[in-house]
């Protein structure tokens, strides 16, 4: 049976706060601590990449912790103690007790408590999403809502930390820990509307999760190859839009309406993506999303400074197409977990690929400062590289990734386990 638009509403809100935890600590944080607080920029980096490192490796940990927790009844505890322990970190980043070396290791400490327990939470999450039922229309429609809900909170967590750190009525880290505050509390607002509103988690079966029995699902694994690929389309992009914005379009005033047309765009297209899946299939739609985003993403690679029109109407075309990567990769990776199966194990190894594509995507700094490229120099052969390597490559990886989809289909019986 469908579950009702209400109870898919509730499932998708837990998805607001954990996207504006993400965002303050990947672009806030490093700024906070090297402008407000005289930590040193190769120091803050140095941290960053320490406890960047640990999140990426321990998400397939995590999963298999999940999966236990379910079995055993005490998904509940689990996540409300993670819960606790990502509202607490997130308020001590921006309210340290310490100064000189101490805060060194205060900063590594909070950021691998945040890390630790939003992706708990954000593991399970998925992983909840994939047992609301077997056919494509519940799965997708749940992760359409969770999607949402998920970009208004990136479009509050790009204005708000940023209007609060500048408000000259009181310091930045007043305004922080109001931020953390509101955060809270939406945050345990969503656990409770999970658990008490939100489809229930369909447990089948009594299988011990098992890292040997995920990797043995061939359809699984030929999966992991086009969403990799995929997230590393995105990710480029993601981590060189400042440099891009001021650099290339000289327009820095306008990047906050830039992201928020891209992201507010992508919001308003998840229902049509999910349409699209339920009427043609979840693969074809994903590949029509891919295509469609190259087709709008290409020509920012030809857009120079005073473009600031024509870069803001590829952000908007670009973001209607950011709903097929959202929402469709996981309903087919929901497809592909066998009903006896412990899902979050699988979310664990996907959600490692992502953070990995985010990895990798910042190797593209010294790429470009090695074809000339500095902040600040957006003309000649250091403008133009900026531009291929902002919108022409991650559109060839797109293609790319296309390309390896191919001979995929919705349910993985293309593979034989």
């Known amino acids: 049976m469908m579950p009702r638009h209400g109870s898919l509403a ?45 999140d990426t490796a321990q998400d397939p940990w995590l999963g298999r912790w999940i999966d236990h927790a379910v079995q055993q009844g005490r998904l509940a505890w689990l996540l409300g103690n993670a819960a606790i322990v990502l509202a607490l970190a997130f ?13 060194v290791v205060w900063l590594a400490f909070m950021l691998i408590l945040t890390y630790v327990a939003h992706s ?4 399970a999450y998925l992983a909840w999403g994939a047992r609301l039922g077997q056919s ?36 930045a880290h007043t305004g922080m820990t109001a931020y953390a505050l509101l955060f809270a509390v939406l945050l345990l607002l969503g656990l409770w509307l999970l658990f008490r509103r939100a489809p229930a988690w369909h447990v089948h079966g009594v299988q011990q999760p098992s890292w040997h029995r995920a990797w043995r699902n061939r359809a699984f694994r030929r999966l992991l190859w ?47 993506w999910a349409w699209l899946a339920d009427r043609i299939g979840v693969v074809a739609a994903w590949r029509h999303g891919m295509l469609l985003a190259v087709v709008a993403f290409v020509w920012a690679a030809m857009l120079g400074s005073g473009d600031s029109v024509p870069y803001l109407l590829v952000c908007a075309l670009a973001g209607l197409t950011l709903g097929a990567d959202l929402a469709l990769p996981p309903v087919l990776l929901a497809q592909r977990i066998p009903p006896g199966e412990p899902p979050a194990g699988y979310y664990g190894v996907w959600t ?30 250091a403008g133009m590289a900026l531009a291929v390597c902002y919108a022409g490559l991650p559109c060839v990886i797109k293609l790319l990734a296309l390309f390896v989809l191919r001979g995929i289909d919705d349910a993985g019986k293309e593979d034989v386990r």
């Open 136 to 171: 494509a229309g519940p799965l997708t429609k749940a992760a359409a809502w969770r999607e949402a809900a998920g970009l208004l909170g990136v479009v509050l967590a790009s204005v708000l930390p940023v209007w609060l750190m500048r408000n000259p009525r009181f310091a």
């Open 352 to 381: 490692m690929l992502g953070k990995l594509a985010l990895a990798l995507s910042g190797l593209m700094l010294p790429l470009l400062a090695q074809l000339g490229y500095q902040p600040g120099l957006g003309d000649g052969r």
């Open 120 to 123: 708990l939470i954000n593991i």
């Open 226 to 272: 086009p969403y990799f690929l995929n997230a590393l389309s995105v990710s480029i992009p993601a981590t060189l839009a400042m440099f891009f914005i001021a650099d290339r379009i000289a327009a820095p005033g306008w990047s906050g309406i830039f992201l928020g047309v891209y992201f507010l765009a992508g919001a308003a297209g998840l229902p049509a």
């Open 91 to 103: 308020a001590g980043l921006w309210l340290p007790p310490v100064r000189g070396g101490a805060l």
């Open 10 to 54: 509730a499932y998708g809100m837990l998805g607001m706060p954990l996207a504006m935890a993400a965002l303050p600590v990947y672009v806030q944080a490093p700024a906070y601590y090297a402008s407000q607080l005289g930590m040193a920029l190769s120091t803050t980096g140095a941290v960053l990449f320490f406890a960047r490192l640990v």
